[in-house]
């Protein structure tokens, strides 16, 4: 088993900027990709960005390429998402997840491990 613990989410001004993490613990040497994804109210779960294990790898939704950049400490186990120039439509609860496979994927139900997730609040 992997736990994910998310934090750092909030309420921000368009333009500003956040910080989210996600800290794994457990058998964390059965993971190879760590994603986040978000989830905003009436939608679907989209698939924000993701990083290889060992961090040479990293991938962004369109939508959020150039803005969110998402990287690791390996020596604690963390994750981070640093999103700037935040618009309201980035407004979602943040989850991060872990996948136990080593091909990438974009789709959710590909991973194996969920966090409790963490709300961000852009306002306009």
């Known amino acids: 088993q992997v736990q994910l613990v998310e934090s750092g989410g909030g309420l921000v001004q368009a333009g500003g900027s956040l910080s989210v993490s996600c800290a794994a613990s457990?058998?964390?040497?059965?993971?190879?990709?760590i994603g986040w994804f978000r989830q905003a109210p009436g939608k679907e779960r989209e698939f924000v960005a993701a990083?290889?294990?060992?961090?040479?790898?990293?991938y962004y939704a369109d939508s959020v390429k150039g803005r969110f950049t998402i990287s690791r400490d390996n020596a604690k186990n963390t994750w981070y998402l640093q999103m700037n120039s935040l618009k309201p439509e980035d407004t979602a609860v943040y989850y991060c997840?872990?996948?136990?496979?080593?091909?990438?994927?974009?789709?959710?139900?590909?991973?194996?491990?969920w966090g409790q997730g963490t709300q961000v609040t852009v306002s306009s």
């Open positions: 997840a872990a996948d136990g496979s080593p091909i990438f994927s974009r789709i959710g139900r590909r991973y194996d491990y």
């Open positions: 990083i290889s294990w060992t961090g040479g790898s990293t």
């Open positions: 457990g058998r964390t040497l059965s993971v190879y990709y």
